[in-house]
């Protein structure tokens, strides 16, 4: 393959625990898509840089816990986000340390849990993505759906399309903070497990909706 990967950037505080393990599940997930690979990384917002992985959700889920050499910390940096093509924090916080880094953050950049739900809806049964492919359905003009855009041939511009669509249809999924991810250094108790199972489902369901809109039309839909 020639083309350079889309590169996807997740997003923790200290970058030992929740955006490497996110980042890893998402890299897996979307890998062995025809027309396209990715590059999934991870950084923090207070990370100190250096810092190995904490081996807590990777036990959790039952996986191999990175070694060093694979995986230590890194401070995100506004180089970073001008080189990925999405980003996808793990909570609120995270998210207006990026847009103040960088303004290109603000369009590219959807917490895990928005993402999620935002793919998820547009890939569902007569939502956006459907309009996207039979834009001729006797919609009201003022229906939002009549303003959706073609969805492109290659899966690279599928990618780009469904990324803008996130931004076009924020509003209307609501907004609710429960959907942060927990920092498990920050509970009472040991709460490793159940931010594995929030973590894994976010990223199943993003993976999965973002999979039908690269493929979609390829496998009989």
């Not at 459907?130 to 939002?144: A, E, N, R, V």
């Not at 108790?189 to 690269?214: N, W």
Request: hydrophobic share 40%; with cysteine; charged share 20%.
């Amino acid at each position: 393959m020639t083309d350079t990967p889309l590169k996807i950037l997740l997003v923790c505080t200290a970058n030992i625990c929740r955006s490497p393990f996110a980042a890893s599940l998402v890299q897996h997930q979307l890998a062995g898509i025809e027309g396209v690979s990715f590059e999934v990384s991870s950084a923090g917002t207070e990370a100190r840089g250096g810092d190995p992985a904490c081996p807590g959700l990777w036990i959790s889920a039952n996986l191999p816990v990175p070694a060093r050499s694979d995986q230590v910390s890194r401070l995100v940096t506004r180089e970073m986000i001008e080189d990925v093509d999405l980003i996808l924090p793990l909570a609120d916080r995270h998210s207006s340390s990026l847009a103040i880094l960088s303004p290109r953050a603000r369009k590219l950049t959807f917490r895990l849990g928005m993402a999620a739900r935002l793919a998820e809806l547009i890939a569902s049964p007569g939502h956006a993505l459907d309009s996207s492919i039979k834009p001729d359905q006797g919609l009201d003009s003022l229906d939002p759906l009549s303003k959706v855009p073609p969805l492109p041939a290659g899966p690279r511009e599928r990618f780009g399309w469904l990324v803008s669509e996130m931004d076009a249809w924020r509003g209307s999924v609501q907004d609710s903070g429960h959907e942060s991810v927990p920092d498990p250094h920050e509970l009472e108790s040991d709460e490793h497990p159940q931010v594995q199972h929030q973590i894994s489902d976010l990223v199943a369901t993003f993976a999965a909706s973002l999979k039908t809109a690269l493929t979609v039309g390829s496998s009989g839909r």
